[in-house]
């Protein structure tokens, strides 16, 4: 099956820096997708991004689907912004069946 | 709010016993997925219900069993739990739109312990 891998595993911030966060993948893929797990669990899906850039705030998204890899950025990085990063992609083609990563757990201090 | 909710948020069980973790949406979204997430490690499929009607396996199905109760509910049964089914349980629900593409929105988790 699809292998997705997310680098670096941690990352320690101050309030205001930046920080790219990236995630490579075995196979192609038809959806790549970021979620944030916050410090107490809640998990939130950040974006769809099959391929190209998308932008929601302070974070953006880009995949570059020909070359197997997403990155997604954080600006101006928050307290609220700390918790784990995970990045999944289809298993088998299924769009049903995301295969996670390991994630990035970001900590921003204040 | 709208969302998905997941019962119990806790769960103490002794090995051999059983119990159903309960999930409902009301999104109106097609599919529904239960996950579980060890410690260090990303989210892992156990079931999905791609639309009402229909369950399938994930990643980790063994010791599992599901039901797609109707479009809003889908359950997940531990008939004899063991100590490898300590984890944190999610419930998700997802839908396509061509706007925002694949959508999922998440439970927050139950907590399950076998001792």
């Known amino acids: 099956g699809i292998q997705v891998e997310q680098s670096p595993p941690d990352l320690i911030l101050q309030e205001g820096a930046n920080s790219t966060l990236r995630c490579n993948f075995s196979d192609s893929v038809n959806n790549l997708q970021w979620f944030h797990q916050n410090p107490w669990g809640q998990l939130i899906n950040l974006f769809y991004i099959p391929s190209g850039t998308k932008q929601n705030g302070r974070l953006s998204a880009t995949t570059v689907a020909t070359e197997r890899y997403s990155l997604l950025y954080i600006s101006s990085s928050q307290t609220t912004d700390s918790g784990v990063y995970f990045c999944a992609a289809p298993a088998g083609g299924s769009n049903y069946k995301l295969t996670f990563g390991k994630g990035t757990l970001l900590t921003v201090n204040p | 709010n709208a969302g998905v909710t997941q019962t119990p948020k806790f769960q103490v069980l002794k090995t051999g016993q059983s119990m159903t973790l309960q999930c409902a949406q009301d999104m109106n979204h097609n599919s529904m997925y239960w996950y579980r997430q060890d410690p260090g490690m990303g989210l892992r499929l156990i079931y999905y219900?791609?639309?009402?009607?229909?369950?399938d396996k994930g990643e980790v199905p063994n010791g599992y069993n599901v039901s797609r109760l109707n479009k809003r509910e889908f359950s997940l049964r531990l008939e004899s739990a063991a100590p490898s089914q300590t984890s944190v349980y999610f419930c998700?629900?997802?839908?396509?739109?061509?706007?925002?593409?694949?959508?999922?929105?998440f439970g927050s988790g139950t907590r399950l312990t076998v001792v």
């Open positions: 998700a629900s997802s839908e396509y739109s061509s706007a925002v593409g694949y959508g999922y929105t």
């Open positions: 219900s791609a639309s009402e009607g229909t369950t």
